[in-house]
């Protein structure tokens, strides 16, 4: 029985708890972007918490709120000085478009209030930011294996297991170095995931002709 009650906790923690959003979009005035993006909150019925330019604690002193909803939407707006979030955990997702298209958007998928808290952090301190980490674990894989390649190379080392050994341990090691700080969130509960969880699958449309009957010939 315990073994059952085990084995239970253990598959659960790597179930989907909560999945997060965090986009940023690039703005020539903050005020213009602030009131086209709250005008589609408003519309959809979606409470939200605007901060502008909060210190990493304060960003993070919302997990608690946020983690309580079905999904968590985390949108910057900057204009390259200064900073303005807007946080909200709609029932449906809020994607914004058109003039508010955002730079990048990432998801994630936190496994507890604590893992929401450290993202949170992080995002406050600057620390994700760019296109680049789109693709960023075959990159990061590769740049860490050609480099552990080539170090464990020229340590001359004749015995192959043990340099096998070497060449995993030192992968690794550059490869956690690489991708700070989505390594460090995946050690605290976050994983990021590659598509949208909320995207709606494509519809397939069948076009359906109608085949007239032939004439009889006369």
Same mark, same amino acid.
């Given at each position: 029985?315990?073994?059952?009650?085990?084995?239970?906790?253990?598959?659960?923690?790597?179930?989907?708890?909560?999945?997060?959003?965090?986009?940023?979009?690039?703005?020539?005035?903050?005020?213009?972007?602030?009131?086209?993006?709250?005008? /589609?909150?408003?519309?959809?019925?979606?409470? *939200?918490?605007? @901060? &502008?330019?909060?210190?990493?604690?304060? =960003?993070? #002193?919302?997990?608690?709120?946020?983690?309580?909803?079905?999904?968590?939407?985390?949108?910057?707006?900057?204009?390259?000085?200064?900073?303005?979030?807007?946080?909200?955990?709609?029932?449906?997702?809020?994607?914004?478009?058109?003039?508010?298209?955002?730079?990048?958007?990432?998801?994630?998928?936190?496994?507890?209030?604590?893992?929401?808290?450290?993202?949170?952090?992080?995002?406050?301190?600057?620390?994700?930011?760019?296109?680049?980490?789109?693709?960023?674990?075959?990159?990061?894989?590769? /740049?860490?294996?050609?480099?552990?390649?080539? *170090?464990?190379? @020229? &340590?001359?080392?004749?015995?192959?297991? =043990?340099? #096998?050994?070497?060449?995993?341990?030192?992968?690794?090691?550059?490869?956690?170095?690489?991708?700070?700080?989505?390594?460090?969130?995946?050690?605290?509960?976050?994983?990021?995931?590659?598509?949208?969880?909320?995207?709606?699958?494509?519809?397939?449309?069948?076009?359906?002709?109608?085949?007239?009957?032939?004439?009889?010939?006369?």
């Amino acid at each position: 029985m315990e073994s059952e009650k085990k084995s239970h906790r253990v598959s659960s923690r790597w179930k989907p708890n909560k999945y997060v959003m965090y986009a940023q979009v690039r703005c020539e005035a903050l005020s213009i972007c602030a009131s086209k993006l709250e005008a /589609i909150f408003k519309t959809a019925g979606v409470e *939200f918490v605007e @901060l &502008l330019e909060p210190d990493p604690e304060t =960003l993070a #002193s919302y997990f608690g709120r946020l983690y309580s909803g079905k999904s968590v939407e985390i949108i910057e707006l900057t204009d390259g000085m200064s900073r303005m979030f807007y946080l909200a955990a709609p029932v449906a997702p809020i994607r914004p478009e058109g003039e508010l298209k955002p730079e990048f958007v990432l998801f994630f998928n936190v496994r507890s209030k604590e893992a929401l808290e450290v993202l949170l952090r992080v995002i406050g301190k600057k620390k994700i930011a760019g296109k680049r980490y789109k693709h960023r674990s075959g990159i990061n894989f590769m /740049i860490s294996f050609l480099g552990s390649f080539l *170090f464990s190379s @020229l &340590l001359n080392v004749e015995d192959y297991l =043990l340099q #096998s050994l070497l060449l995993l341990a030192l992968t690794l090691l550059i490869y956690l170095a690489i991708d700070y700080p989505f390594s460090l969130l995946y050690l605290r509960g976050v994983e990021m995931i590659s598509q949208d969880p909320f995207a709606k699958k494509s519809v397939k449309i069948v076009k359906v002709v109608r085949i007239k009957p032939k004439q009889e010939e006369s």
